[in-house]
């Protein structure tokens, strides 16, 4: 039986602080001028990662939250590519020297849609123009429904380790409903030809909260995952946000679990994933206990950034593609996201910046508390009060207190590991910017 406690805030909306301010605070004042000047104060001493977005699918999944569309033609993710391109040389043209690379990742959409000579093209662009670290970490999200021997061959001759797979259930009632139809045994090839291929880390992607889902399937889905021999799992709460995506409204409401049953799903899948030695990692993720990624939590090094927990320590993120997000120690960029939009500014030889934020002191010293939360459970007032050069934010945490969400220790405030799933909420106690945000825009916390 679900928690009380969990029970009270579960339903609560709050944003995943993939980043702090969050993107809905994002503005136009941050303009292709401003990004460009922050491009060119890249520095060689310090460390970047690169995201590629390709905004292409084959078909649409009815729950799916990224902004992406469906194509059955190769010659508009060719197009897309070409512009991917130019926008790499250009931007690459505004930094000092050839920036130092350890972390990329290629996400979408489906990136694996670009004909493997496209994705040759981008990673021989990449190469050309920055230097990739030998020891880089270089990930791609793959759909397991395309995913042949001779594509893994090339993914592992264009120098990807990491493959993510979306999975998101393995209960065929469920997939009918989202439009994601797929077998254990289409995806278990997929491992198997990406292993044999030489890709040996594998994260998948699992959902709860879908229309028709259960306890019982999210258990069977962990159970048949962990055949698969993941090192990394990401767990998502489905969010159901028609108005910003109107391929969900292929979903009914009337049809998904409330709040006791989601939550009921989320600790399932926690208890299962427990039982078989997996490390909990922040509210989502699970890792191997001799992963980087668990390993990196257990010494407080842990980040997380757009891709979610990520053992990424890089000083800067640069995005390349349609909507996608960069950061900056001076803040967070963000391109525009209508493709032809985009386009039209890389193919013009512009920036295609569109908004963004710039961070205060006061942004930095919140955002380091609100990592901190979400990744290690714990935030040490002096040490961050000491790292800002400023004082610790006050907070109303009287009812997250009485309710043993949050106890405060001395100079720590700490969320129990039975209340993990609530760090959300502990979080955006101390977001200054949500009570001018939209709660509706927010998914919800468990």
């Not at 190469?127 to 429904?145: G, L, S």
């Not at 009921?264 to 994933?273: E, G, P, T, V």
């Not at 039982?275 to 407080?300: L, S, T």
Request: hydrophobic share 40%; aromatic share 8%; charged share 20%.
């Amino acid at each position: 039986m679900a928690d009380p406690v969990i029970l009270k805030y579960a339903a609560q909306n709050t944003p995943r602080y993939t980043s702090y301010p969050t993107a809905p605070h994002f503005h136009d004042g941050i303009d292709p001028g401003a990004y460009a000047r922050w491009l060119g104060g890249i520095g060689p001493d310090l460390t970047g990662s690169i995201y590629i977005h390709i905004p292409y699918c084959r078909e649409m999944c009815w729950y799916c939250g990224c902004s992406t569309r469906a194509t059955r033609r190769d010659a508009p993710v060719d197009a897309y590519v070409d512009t991917l391109l130019k926008e790499i040389h250009h931007v690459a043209a505004l930094t000092t020297g050839r920036p130092r690379i350890a972390h990329v990742h290629f996400g979408g959409g489906t990136p694996t849609l670009a004909r493997p000579e496209k994705l040759g093209d981008i990673m021989e662009e990449l190469r050309a123009k920055f230097t990739i670290a030998p020891d880089a970490e270089i990930a791609i999200e793959v759909d397991p429904r395309h995913c042949s021997a001779a594509l893994a061959n090339h993914l592992f001759d264009l120098g990807f380790n990491r493959a993510s797979l979306g999975v998101q259930t393995f209960d065929a009632h469920v997939q009918g409903k989202i439009n994601r139809i797929q077998s254990f045994e289409t995806v278990a090839a997929c491992a198997t030809n990406l292993r044999a291929a030489g890709i040996e880390a594998l994260s998948l992607d699992l959902l709860y909260g879908l229309p028709g889902q259960t306890e019982e399937t999210c258990r069977q889905t962990v159970q048949a995952a962990l055949r698969l021999r993941p090192d990394r799992l990401s767990v998502f709460g489905y969010a159901h946000v028609p108005h910003m995506r109107p391929h969900q409204k292929m979903i009914q409401q009337a049809e998904l679990p409330g709040p006791l049953a989601r939550t009921a799903q989320a600790m399932a899948i926690a208890d299962a994933l427990a039982v078989a030695e997996f490390e909990a990692i922040g509210i989502d993720h699970y890792a191997r206990k001799d992963d980087a990624m668990a390993q990196q939590m257990q010494g407080g090094q842990l980040r997380r950034n757009f891709q979610g927990y990520t053992t990424d320590q890089a000083d800067y993120l640069i995005g390349f593609g349609a909507s996608a997000i960069g950061k900056f120690p001076q803040g967070f960029v963000q391109n525009a996201a209508s493709t032809p939009v985009w386009a039209r500014a890389i193919d013009a030889g512009h920036l295609a910046t569109a908004r963004g934020i710039a961070l205060s002191p006061e942004d930095r010293l919140r955002a380091d508390i609100i990592e901190k939360l979400m990744c290690d459970l714990r935030v040490d007032r002096a040490a961050i009060a000491h790292l800002h050069k400023g004082q610790f934010p006050r907070a109303d945490l009287a009812d997250l207190v009485a309710d043993e969400v949050v106890r405060e220790d001395q100079n720590v405030i700490r969320i129990p590991e039975r209340y993990r799933l609530l760090a959300r909420i502990v979080a955006a106690r101390f977001d200054a910017h949500l009570e001018n945000g939209t709660p509706a825009v927010h998914s919800k916390s468990v």
